[in-house]
């Protein structure tokens, strides 16, 4: 179930397209820390047991992987369209 802190965000979200207070680059402790624990992770393998991506409704955030282990991506895909990508370029925000 999605936290209430997420869903506030998201709301706004659709509404003002204000990505605050995430933002590119941070780390997911940051991320943890507005919005909770993920429904859902996913992005695992033997090489990277971390997961890469956290899930938060039908919302993506993905994580680099370590060392940086930061924010890179936030996606949105329904019904095989894709809804919302934003993304560094390169890593660099």
Not at 43 to 55: D, F, L, M, R, V
């Amino acid at each position: 179930m999605t936290s209430l802190e997420f869903q506030n965000w998201w709301d706004r979200f659709r509404v003002t397209g204000d990505i605050c207070p995430i933002r590119l680059g941070m780390s997911r402790g940051e991320v943890r820390a507005i919005f909770g624990d993920p429904e859902d992770t996913g992005g695992t393998s033997q090489k990277h047991p971390t997961a890469a991506i956290w899930k938060y409704g039908g919302l993506e955030f993905h994580f680099d992987s370590e060392p940086d282990d930061n924010l890179s991506l936030i996606y949105m895909e329904r019904n095989e369209v894709v809804q919302i990508s934003i993304s560094t370029v390169d890593g660099a925000e």
